[in-house]
């Protein structure tokens, strides 16, 4: 990053595209990235990055939440043919 202005280096936002899976976030930056100040830029992509993973803790927790469910549905037939 230079100091003389606030512009980011090309070999930093290639960096940065690099690191940004989403093609939506990439054109965003794309626009964006020549004329905002480095402070900016990061907040953006920290503010996507803790976005995309919350999304991934979400989906992580309702695998986990579906895979109990199926464990006592299945635990509970169990018991039922067993009484019988």
């Known amino acids: 990053m230079s100091k003389m202005h606030n ?11 690099q690191s940004l899976p989403i093609f939506g976030i990439k054109f ?12 900016q830029i990061k ?3 920290y503010n996507n990055l803790q976005r ?3 999304k991934e803790q979400r989906d992580a927790e309702l695998l ?4 109990i ?3 006592l549905v299945e635990l509970m037939r169990s018991t039922v043919s067993v009484k019988q």
């Open 43 to 45: 907040s953006f992509y």
């Open 7 to 17: 512009k980011w280096t090309s070999e930093e936002i290639q960096t940065v595209f």
């Open 28 to 39: 965003k930056l794309y626009t964006t990235v020549i004329s905002r100040p480095e402070n």
């Open 64 to 67: 986990e939440n579906k895979q």
């Open 52 to 54: 995309i993973r919350a």
């Open 69 to 71: 469910s199926g464990f």
